[in-house]
């Protein structure tokens, strides 16, 4: 069964740093371009971070320099480090796989005092 799972949410101040994990399972992620989106109520899913398989990264305006993503082989996994984060950045995110439209079922950031 092809499955993602996050983890790595929560509450964190501004200018904190988090760590997100998407778990892969069914699937080798190296094979596979990887991606994370995030969501806020009333707003469009919007992407943060692509791998391709490569190695190569791209990051919209709105978090290069501040976000990275990574993907770890022999753990099947793929990260989301976040740096700097803002109180914008407060939002669900979710790991992606674009071909075949896998998702997993999102984890929860907050960025507040």
């Known amino acids: 069964q092809v499955q993602l799972v996050e983890s790595g949410g929560g509450l964190v101040q501004p200018g904190g740093s988090l760590r997100l994990s998407c778990e892969a399972s069914g699937f080798t992620v190296s094979g596979y371009a990887m991606a994370w989106h995030r969501q806020t109520p009333g707003k469009e899913r919007e992407l943060v971070a692509l791998i391709a398989t490569g190695g190569h990264s791209n990051y919209p305006d709105s978090v290069r320099g501040r976000f990275t993503i990574s993907v770890d082989n022999a753990k099947n996994t793929v990260y989301l480090q976040m740096a700097n984060l803002k109180p914008d950045d407060t939002a669900v995110y979710y790991c992606?796989?674009?071909?075949?439209?896998?998702w997993g079922q999102g984890t929860q950031v907050t960025v507040s005092s």
């Open positions: 992606n796989r674009p071909i075949g439209s896998i």
